[in-house]
């Protein structure tokens, strides 16, 4: 039982990469860009949507969410690019490559620009 999720997370993290590889290439159309931009920052954000010590509810987001989010990403980008993503995500994986730093950055720069955002909305509304 333990090998067969062992296995599900590393076709996920796989699969995660290859969304990340598909949202770079500039076949991809704007929209599908930036709905898989959210996608591969929600699963690679160390803060989740719901706390994984709500029992049950926790871990809906990883259970649930990244998967079906990741699978509707795939959806709107064509499929040679899709190919193309995993082939390479793939080649990653063999080699020890799929790097989750840059996934970090990216991360922290979505939460850094949503803060300079939040703190100049409510220094506006804090004016008034």
């Given at each position: 039982m333990i090998s067969r999720w062992k296995t599900v997370a590393e076709r996920l993290e796989r699969e995660t990469y290859a969304l990340y590889l598909a949202y770079r290439d500039p076949r991809t159309p704007w929209y599908a860009k930036a709905f898989a931009a959210l996608v591969v920052a929600h699963t690679l954000s160390p803060i989740d949507l719901i706390p994984d010590f709500i029992p049950v509810l926790?871990?809906?987001?990883?259970?649930?969410?990244?998967?079906?989010?990741?699978?509707?990403?795939?959806?709107?980008?064509?499929?040679?690019?899709?190919?193309?993503?995993?082939?390479?995500?793939?080649?990653?994986?063999?080699?020890?490559?799929?790097?989750?730093?840059?996934?970090?950055?990216?991360?922290?720069?979505?939460?850094?620009?949503?803060?300079?955002?939040?703190?100049?909305?409510?220094?506006?509304?804090?004016?008034?």
């Open positions: 926790g871990y809906l987001d990883d259970l649930i969410i990244t998967p079906l989010g990741i699978w509707l990403s795939f959806k709107m980008i064509p499929c040679e690019v899709i190919a193309d993503a995993r082939r390479r995500a793939g080649e990653a994986a063999e080699e020890g490559k799929i790097n989750s730093r840059l996934g970090l950055a990216i991360v922290l720069s979505i939460w850094a620009i949503g803060a300079v955002i939040m703190i100049s909305v409510l220094t506006q509304i804090w004016k008034k």
